[in-house]
């Protein structure tokens, strides 16, 4: 709306509206004097010039879109037709001159003819046209331009000028019968017009003070008119230049004269060039945020078509404003160079606050229209209390903020409306003493894509929490990592009443959180119950007088040395935090055993012998005697070089009853040495060689599987036969790097003891070419996968060969129907000739033969010059077109 204080409210014209007249039945119009005396009313301008009407006392009614907004009326009255209709200003009856009125009427002044004693109804308009007898009204209500004689003027006739807004009554002449007005009365200036714009051109510009009016003219009709405006009366930020094209509002003021009114800039003569940045896009439109208002306008794509690279978000862009179906849009868009636009400036002085409004969180924040919804309150440099906002985006970090909470920050002021906010808020720690929150510590115990989970020391759960919540912005979260927070109901949770979530994380240095509290250092007791890895073992010890037990766990034992059952220990007590609990922790025997010549400790557990039934990366597996388990060994336990192990190996190893769980669950072994090959007994094998099928493999080859031992199923020889199964262990393979999988064909033999021996994989043996070898492993030009080379480990190459490419190899291809994956797997070199370089490098094209059979070739003469001497030493001379050369003096000769 314009700020401009004379114009009263009003509805402009439309100006192309269809001027065709709507049909009005014939009313009988009484005279002025046939109202009635009581009936009239008078009033005056402010130049006190008297005008009358009928029922009216101020602007008419149903000038607007609704009657409702003119109180001040006794009654109301519509139009013939339709009391809301709307005509605007500059759409005319064809009542001037070349229709039908082209000078003076038929009638005098003292005889025009109407037909008054018609009834009609009375109506408002604008004078639009004055001569020197007659003139024309622009109705309000509707699309007309009625002609009316002076005679019809109830007043001063030299009162009356063009934009005076009048009453009068429709009637029709008698001599033509067209529509005319009669009964016409002048009345107050606030004229109410119709809602549409006007366009029009600027043709004088406001000065830079501001004192002075502009002009805008527009055409009606073929004629052109000019209305005044101030500055008051331009929308938005612009400067209006000669020349622009602007859309405005037609209003009279108060003394009846008309102006323009909410001016608004359409297209500018000389475009002025805008800057923003691009705030939004979607599929083919997005968004500006303009640089010299508080406000955004839409842009199409195809407006920037002429740049290079495409738009994105965050780039600072320069383009002109054009008006298009009624709204600013965004054309002719370039881009600047990154950090062109700036749109607030941000003080270095630090400030010091306390939050009065934090933010709002879930639910809450999705419903926030307000884009600073926070507010600081701080101590100004004159020691007032000052309030500033600010929003989401103006924390360091995302972490919640409370209430109180004590804050540091800087000023931004935004360089288009000058509004100050707080920007890069970080919370002091003053905030914990003051608002009195319960802090709880604890260790990050895992990360997940965006959160994780903490171990508390005062709780038994672990408990959630959120990235965006830790404190230090600049510093990388990681496990393990000891933090400090305050525990609150999960806003987001669908269970808020149970779950609850860590927010405000800020770390501790390493150390600080500690799970237990020792209260008694160095106490003396005995193991009575051994502890399995899982449930706690049990220490007996004597305080004040009385026999007490405590309960320990492996963790806290040193791994080299676990107590068994009647060992005497010393140890620490401590409580656990979290209830309360006393526990045994640092224990140490109180005898140590002796050391292994390796270093390794020496321990009083229960002996096994077994085999090495698989070897890994630094740990390996042995199968005890029954083949019914296996036990876990590192290969720091094993007392002497690791690297001497093989598969099938004979050892002896020490397991403790209270030494914990080795990988995948299984038992692990304390000290593990070799034996002599022999040692251990082996059944031995009888009976015929059988044909198999493995049902099931050893759990090396299938970790998913619960028992160990592998299982052989005999081949029927009829459909019917039911026929035995056999278990089988690393021992009974012939091979014992044979990777056997369910339903691979075997052959066997039968023990003493009713187990599967002399186990052999009956494989079609393949042959291939060696591609490359890389340390540990290598490829064959076998290619199982499209575009893959069959990949084999140096382990599986028989007798210890050399590989080196070109090598030609006999191999079984093995495919893991765990893991989908194919490799070579007993790999036997065929020739013990080495190739250096593979059959694809080398050249086919051999022109020396190293053999010394077959036909030679032989040089009878060697080549010799023109000269006698060896080879072309003479430089050949160039050659000269038309001429050919003497074979004696080897000169060029003309042709004739």
Not at 207 to 226: A, K, L, M, P, V
Not at 383 to 401: A, I, N, R
Request: glycine residues 10%; charged residues 25%; contains cysteine.
């Amino acid at each position: 709306m314009s700020n401009n204080p004379q114009w009263k409210t009003f509805q402009p014209p439309i100006m192309n509206s269809d001027p065709a007249i709507l049909d009005y039945k014939s009313m009988t119009i009484p005279s002025p004097k046939a109202l009635g005396e009581p009936h009239q009313s008078t009033g005056s301008y402010r130049n006190g010039t008297n005008y009358s009407g009928d029922h009216y006392m101020g602007s008419p009614p149903d000038c607007g879109k609704s009657s409702s907004s003119y109180t001040s009326f006794p009654s109301s009255q519509t139009s013939p037709r339709n009391g809301t209709a709307r005509f605007p200003i500059g759409t005319f009856t064809g009542m001037e001159g070349g229709v039908g009125y082209t000078g003076e009427p038929a009638t005098n002044n003292s005889s025009y003819q109407d037909q008054s004693n018609n009834h009609g109804t009375r109506e408002t308009g604008i004078i639009e046209k004055l001569l020197h007898s007659y003139g024309f009204i622009q109705c309000c209500e509707r699309q007309a331009r009625l002609f009316f004689h002076f005679s019809q003027f109830s007043g001063n006739i030299e009162h009356l000028k063009i934009g005076d807004p009048v009453e009068f009554e429709m009637t029709y002449d008698r001599r033509t019968g067209k529509p005319i007005a009669s009964t016409v009365s002048k009345i107050a200036p606030e004229v109410v017009l119709s809602e549409e714009r006007v366009t029009g051109n600027v043709t004088t510009e406001l000065h830079s003070s501001g004192d002075t009016q502009g002009r805008i003219s527009y055409e009606n009709r073929g004629e052109c008119f000019f209305l005044p405006y101030t500055k008051d009366d331009v929308e938005g930020n612009v400067t209006l230049r000669a020349g622009d094209k602007v859309s405005f509002q037609i209003a009279t003021n108060q003394r009846g004269n008309l102006g323009a009114c909410h001016v608004r800039l359409e297209n500018p003569a000389h475009p002025v060039r805008y800057r923003g940045v691009v705030c939004s896009m979607k599929e083919s439109f997005g968004f500006i945020e303009r640089a010299d208002v508080v406000k955004e306008i839409f842009f199409h794509f195809s407006e920037a078509k002429s740049m290079k690279d495409e738009l994105k978000l965050g780039d600072d862009v320069e383009f002109i404003i054009q008006t298009r179906n009624g709204k600013e849009v965004a054309c002719n868009i370039t881009k600047l160079p990154p950090g062109s636009i700036i749109f607030e400036e941000v003080s270095n002085e630090v400030v010091k606050g306390q939050v009065l409004k934090p933010l709002e969180r879930g639910t809450a924040a999705r419903h926030q229209n307000d884009p600073l919804p926070g507010r600081i309150r701080y101590r100004a440099p004159d020691h007032s209390e000052v309030e500033v906002p600010f929003g989401d985006k103006d924390q360091k970090g995302d972490f919640t903020l409370r209430h109180g909470d004590w804050v540091q920050f800087r000023i931004a002021t935004d360089t288009r409306d000058q509004l100050k906010r707080a920007t890069e808020i970080s919370l002091l720690p003053d905030s914990f003493t003051v608002s009195g929150e319960r802090r709880e510590q604890g260790i990050i115990g895992s990360l997940k894509d965006g959160f994780g989970f903490i171990r508390c020391v005062d709780r038994e759960s672990k408990l959630f929490f959120h990235f965006n919540e830790v404190l230090d912005v600049d510093r990388e979260i990681s496990v393990n990592d000891e933090v400090e927070f305050t525990v609150i109901q999960d806003p987001s949770s669908s269970f808020s009443n149970s779950r609850q979530s860590a927010i405000r994380l800020k770390h501790l240095p390493t150390g600080s959180v500690q799970f237990e509290s020792v209260i008694e250092t160095m106490v003396p007791g005995s193991i009575v119950q051994d502890t399995n890895g899982i449930e706690p073992g049990l220490i007996s010890y004597t305080k004040d007088g009385q026999q007490k037990n405590i309960i320990f766990f492996t963790k806290d034992c040193d791994p080299k040395s676990i107590p068994k059952l009647g060992e005497k220990v010393t140890f620490n007590i401590c409580q656990v935090k979290r209830n309360k609990e006393l526990v045994a922790v640092d224990i140490s025997l109180t005898s140590p055993n002796e050391k292994t010549p390796n270093g390794n400790k020496k321990s009083n557990g229960s002996t096994i012998q077994g085999f090495i039934a698989a070897l890994k990366d630094g740990f390996g597996f042995i199968e005890t005697i029954n083949h019914e388990r296996e036990i876990f060994f590192h290969f720091s336990n094993f007392d002497g070089d690791a690297n001497t192990l093989e598969l099938g190996a004979e050892v002896e190893c020490t397991i403790g009853n209270g030494n914990g769980r080795g990988a995948g669950g299984c038992a692990a072994a304390e000290l593990v040495r070799l034996i002599p090959r022999g040692t251990i007994p082996r059944p031995t094998c009888t009976g015929e060689v059988l044909d198999g099928t493995v049902v099931r493999p050893l759990r090396s080859a299938n970790p998913d599987q619960v028992e160990y031992a592998g299982l052989i199923k005999i081949n029927p020889t009829t459909e019917d036969e039911e026929t035995p199964e056999y278990e089988f262990g690393i021992m009974g393979l012939v091979n014992k790097r044979e990777l056997l999988q369910s339903g691979d064909p075997v052959q066997l033999q039968i023990d003493v003891a009713g187990h599967a021996c002399n186990i052999v994989a009956v494989r079609k043996k393949r042959r291939a070419t060696v591609d490359a070898v890389k340390g540990p492993f290598g490829f064959l030009a076998y290619e199982v996968d499209e575009g893959k080379k069959l990949f084999f480990h140096m382990s599986e190459v028989r007798d210890h060969a050399t590989l080196q490419p070109g090598d030609q190899v006999e191999f079984v291809l093995v495919t893991n129907q765990r893991t989908g994956k194919s490799s070579a797997c007993n790999v036997t070199r065929l020739s013990d000739i080495v190739q250096q370089r593979p059959e694809r490098l080398i050249s086919r094209l051999r022109t020396i033969s190293l053999e010394d059979t077959g036909p030679k070739l032989t040089v009878v003469r060697q080549p010799r010059g023109p000269d006698g001497t060896r080879g072309f030493g003479q430089e050949r001379p160039p050659h000269i077109p038309g001429s050919i050369q003497d074979p004696c003096t080897l000169k060029p000769r003309l042709l004739l």
